[in-house]
């Protein structure tokens, strides 16, 4: 089954809602200008307070139970990429 995706916006105007949602185990990817960018995902419930991984540990543990994210991180590496080969735009 594929995450539903909402745009960074509206994720951020719908934020208590959409921690409710993930509370009831549903898994959500955020985009922004289209692109994935990040991944709303539970926690597991088996972590105790003193166990549960913080930062990088907490994004890497989500990313890892999340399946649809490694594809959507492979597409925004390649659109980084794919960024650096052009020339910044000229700004006056």
């Known amino acids: 089954m594929d995450a ?3 745009g960074l916006t509206e994720a951020r105007d719908r934020l208590t809602e ?3 949602r ?3 185990g549903e898994r959500m990817i955020v985009t922004r200008y289209g ?4 991944a709303i995902v539970p926690v597991p419930a088996d972590l105790d307070d003193h166990d549960r991984p ?3 540990a907490a994004f ?3 990313a890892a ?3 649809e994210l490694y594809g959507a991180v492979a597409t925004v ?7 650096r080969d052009r020339e910044p735009p000229d700004i006056d």
Do not use: F, N
């Not at 692109?35 to 990040?38: D, G, I, L, Q, T």
């Not at 590496?77 to 960024?83: F, K, L, N």
């Open 77 to 83: 590496v390649g659109m980084r990429a794919i960024s």
């Open 60 to 62: 890497a543990g989500a």
């Open 4 to 6: 539903p995706t909402i």
């Open 65 to 67: 139970s999340c399946r």
């Open 35 to 38: 692109s994935p960018v990040a």
């Open 22 to 24: 993930v509370l009831e």
């Open 54 to 56: 913080l930062g990088l």
């Open 18 to 20: 959409l921690l409710e």
